[in-house]
């Protein structure tokens, strides 16, 4: 009996100190506010009016006590503010904080929900903190922005849920879903980064456009700087500094890539992007260092890469390139996938690395053969990259991209060398 009555009590408080420290964190934001009508005792007694609420619909098995609380809340704060309208604040964001609060107590009473309810307090905290710098972000926002997040919203939350997800077609290679779910891992990571970029723009510097413009596209962010150096020759130590960085940042990317759609070969790919990068990252800093100031950076203008029309053609080009990947490796093994991964590899290393996780996922290609296949890919498009800077830009930038590129291949094989050394090992 002893027992169970210190079960109950510790079950007791930990709902109501829960529940308790929410509203007072929720309070505090609002409290430093000094045009809020609820302030740090109000979102305390507020998360604890929700949990008493909890309590009671509990134990008298009556629901409608939780509704019955959040409309009192409700028409408490609506009754405040209409008695004593403010034209500095309507508002409208501490009324809806404070339901969050009640709604947050009441989730706390309940173990199944209070790690919920301490995520979604934290979460509605920050959004309260962070009002100016929000309202600033909104502000920079152009239509060509929004209507890139409107599209994103299109591809993940409209597109993606109505597509079987089945195989179809020779060995069961092409599935919508998984074809369409890596349009969106992709165009989800390139708005990132484009949208990083509007917000950051050109103000940090050469590393950090090379970063997001490789979030973006690593290709275009190349063939702009190249462009770039041969209108200004000046510019050329910095082209090469964006140009690497962004090239680098593809390596993190496929690395991230495949811990997100297949961890289980994060482990094998890992030394040869490891490998690649660091030389690589070498060679730019040592680039970066004798660079000098540049006080005025040329714009890096990146297209929308949430269009529909963008998305389909890489949705397009991955289901081919993996149907492609399954049929050579079938009737050609590792010889018809490399083959599949040096072409594709020219235009669009994202294609062949998921089409290569896809198979491993499938068990129709192993572990060593899915890693030569992305390290192919990444070695031709270094190659295709420094094609076109030699053929825009020169062969004054041309070398020193050479030299940054040969770092990063060689640092690849490397790591490659170590990779495969295990395996025989193994």
């Known amino acids: 009996m002893t027992t169970l009555l210190t079960n109950v009590g510790l079950e007791f408080a930990q709902g109501f100190l829960t529940a308790l420290g929410l509203g007072l964190l929720m309070g505090l934001e ?26 009671l619909a509990s134990h008298f098995d ?29 508002g409208t964001t501490s009324v809806v904080a404070l339901l969050l609060a009640f709604g947050f107590g009441a989730m706390a009473w309940y173990d199944e929900f209070r790690s919920q309810a301490v995520m979604l307090a ?32 299109v591809l993940s939350l409209v597109i993606l849920p109505i597509l079987p997800d089945q195989g179809f077609g020779p060995y069961q290679a092409i599935n919508p ?13 390139s708005l990132a980064g484009y949208g990083a970029l509007r917000v950051a723009g050109q103000r940090h510097g050469a590393p950090l456009l090379g970063v997001l413009g490789g979030l973006v596209s690593s290709t275009a962010t190349t063939l702009v700087y190249a462009r770039h150096s041969r209108e200004t020759p000046t510019l050329n130590r910095l082209a090469l500094v964006v140009i690497l960085t962004a090239n ?33 990252l070498v060679v730019a800093v040592l680039m970066w260092r004798h660079m000098g100031r540049q006080d005025d950076l040329p714009e890096l203008e990146l297209r929308n890469p949430t269009e529909i029309r963008t998305a389909l053609t890489f949705g397009a080009i991955y289901a081919v390139v993996l149907f492609l990947s399954a049929w050579l490796a079938d009737i050609a093994g590792s010889r018809g996938l490399y083959l599949v991964a040096l072409a594709s590899g020219l235009t669009d290393v994202d294609a062949i690395t998921l089409s290569s996780l896809r198979l491993y996922s499938l068990d129709r290609v192993t572990a060593h053969q899915a890693v030569t296949a992305v390290g192919l890919a990444v070695l031709a498009n270094l190659g295709f990259k420094l ?18 590129f040969s770092a990063v291949a ?17």
């Open 62 to 90: 009556a629901p409608w006590l939780i509704g019955a609380g959040l409309l009192a809340v409700a028409a408490m704060m609506i009754a405040s503010y209409s008695v004593r309208p403010d034209p500095n604040d309507p």
């Open 387 to 404: 094609a076109v800077v030699t053929v825009v830009a020169g062969r004054q930038l041309a070398q020193r991209v050479a030299l940054g």
């Open 177 to 189: 879903y998984q074809v369409w779910w890596m349009v969106v891992l992709i165009s989800g990571v």
């Open 30 to 55: 609002r409290e430093r506010r000094t045009t809020s009508r609820a302030g740090l005792r109000t979102f305390g007694l507020t998360a604890l009016l929700g949990a008493v609420c909890a309590l």
């Open 248 to 280: 680098l940042v593809v390596l993190v990317r496929l690395s991230t890539l495949t811990a997100v759609v297949q961890p289980g070969l994060l482990r094998d790919l890992l030394p040869q992007m490891l490998g690649g990068a660091l030389a690589g």
């Open 122 to 153: 934290i979460v509605s905290t920050v959004l309260l903190y962070f009002k100016a710098q929000l309202k600033r972000l909104t502000s920079k926002l152009t239509e060509r922005d929004i209507i890139s997040i409107l599209q994103f919203a």
């Open 410 to 426: 060689i640092g690849g094989l490397g790591g490659w060398w170590l990779g495969t050394a295990s395996w025989i090992a193994g």
